[in-house]
């Protein structure tokens, strides 16, 4: 572990005393802690006023119950969770989690995460997070849809275009959405279309949306190959996950030149050493919706599937984690640097390891942190806002340029920043420092609220 600064050692320590047990948010608080170490030495008010502490505590955390019906006519009983944790930059945005390891650690973990992510996009929102221990795999459309009723009956006291706009996450897609949105509207008696992000077009949403989060990861890690003068033409690549970021990450590398040979889901992995076809996997997953065996099945020669071991062994020159979080470990890292990995974007949040991280950036491999390389979906979100505020609808054109602009920015001022603490390449500490900044300048400004 990096070394946390002494003057910051005391405010860690109160972090984690206070939030026992939540282990996925004391490691996301640790990496951005072990970056302002260099922030408070050269700019000492933000040490001022308590502010780190107030930073590290969401304004607002709401749980509720779930209740709802199942196809038997049993009632199922979940838990709902949507942590408002920084709304110094704008409303809170960030999506909605439907999955059985949700808990209130976990969406804090990803509401703090998503505070840094969304000041570097340079839009005015906030940093929120949501979801349910919900499991949507095996339900049918009706259990779906009642639970979406159930869930949103609660939320939506809680949320405005000018409060609180979530969107879609694991387990939460187009489907998902309709029926939160649905329900919305028909409460609260509104036609209020910025209240939600990730919509269908035709009631609201934004072209490129759906590939904003693969495509925004894969134009992060273009933008640093191409510091050391390289691109994706021709190098082979691995992408875990086989879900929205994955698919889109894979399409997008196939459309800059390189070879994705490896994709997963929690079944397994499978090697398709000519590329995976991308169409078919679509197919497999979006349309089917079933395991990613069935790719070996219905593709016959030239791929296979492997249940057990880990993605990671598969020899690739870029890396693109894109399905849970702290799904690369040490072990993993170790494996890909000595199979020459040359650069790692993180699709996912935090899917690597704070093992793994150091083991890339020792070997001096380019490696870019979700909170920069992901945040390409929730840019596009807040476009999507912008675009329902002006009763307005971009072509995708448009939106992908605006999403390609905006991913450059991030890469730049990640790395301009790194090296104007001292630190050049180090995309973990410039992400940081650039988020912090904002937020931090703005509630400054604010006073002690």
């Known amino acids: 572990m990096t070394k946390i600064d002494e003057k910051l050692e005391p ?17 996301a608080v640790i990496e951005v802690m072990e970056s302002l170490g260099r922030v408070i030495a050269k700019k000492p008010h933000y040490a001022d006023h308590a502010l780190i502490e107030r930073l590290c505590e969401p304004e607002r955390q709401i749980i509720f119950r779930v209740p709802w019906v199942d196809d038997a006519g049993q009632v199922q009983i979940n838990r709902g969770f949507r942590v408002q944790f920084n709304s110094a930059l704008g409303p809170y945005k960030g999506g909605l989690r439907f999955h059985p390891s949700v808990n209130l650690g976990i969406i804090k973990f990803l509401g703090f995460e998503q505070i840094f992510k969304n000041a570097l996009t340079g839009l005015p929102i906030g940093g929120g997070k949501g979801g349910s221990d919900f499991n949507p795999r095996g339900r049918s459309e009706g259990e779906i849809m009642r639970f979406c009723q159930s869930f949103m009956t609660e939320l939506q006291r809680h949320l405005g275009e000018y409060t609180d706009v979530p969107a879609g996450d694991i387990g939460v897609g187009g489907r998902e959405i309709g029926y939160l949105f649905g329900q919305f509207k028909r409460l609260t008696n509104r036609y ?20 904003a989060t693969g495509f925004g990861a894969t134009y992060f890690v273009s933008s640093m190959l191409a510091t050391r003068s390289m691109d994706f033409e021709g190098r082979k690549c691995v992408v875990s996950g086989s879900g ?9 590398i196939r459309q800059f030149g390189g070879i994705v040979i490896a994709c997963s889901d ?22 089917r919706r079933e395991r990613i065996s069935q790719y070996v099945q219905m593709k016959g020669a030239g791929a296979r599937y492997v249940e057990d071991g880990s993605i990671w062994d598969v020899p690739c020159e870029v890396a693109m984690p894109s399905a849970t979080q702290n799904e690369l470990t040490g072990k993993d890292a170790s494996t890909l640097v000595k199979n020459g990995v040359i650069a790692v974007g993180e699709g996912a949040n935090m899917p690597c390891t704070p093992e793994a991280v150091r083991i890339f950036q020792g070997a001096g491999v380019l490696f870019g942190p979700g909170k920069a390389a992901n945040a390409g979906g929730v840019a596009t979100s807040a476009l999507e806002m912008q675009q329902n505020a002006s009763r307005d609808s971009w072509s995708f054109e448009k939106t992908e340029e605006r999403l390609a602009g905006i991913m450059r920015n ?18 973990v500490l410039g992400a940081n420092i650039v988020g912090f900044e904002r937020v931090a300048a703005a509630m400054t400004a604010f006073g002690v609220i």
Not at 244 to 252: G, L, P, R, S
Not at 410 to 427: R, S, V
Request: aromatic share 6%.
């Open 11 to 27: 405010i860690l320590a109160e972090v984690l005393r206070r939030n026992a047990g939540e282990l996925e948010f004391h490691q």
């Open 192 to 211: 209020e279309a910025g209240v939600l992000t990730g919509k269908g077009l035709v009631y609201g949403g934004s072209r490129a949306r759906t590939e």
């Open 244 to 252: 929205n970021v994955a698919t889109y990450t894979i399409e997008k």
């Open 266 to 287: 929690s079944s397994g992995y499978i090697i398709d050493e000519d590329g995976i076809d991308l169409e078919l996997l679509k197919e497999i997953k979006q349309v």
């Open 410 to 427: 991030i890469h730049d001022n990640c790395a301009e920043t790194a090296e104007e603490y001292g630190a050049p390449g180090d995309y």
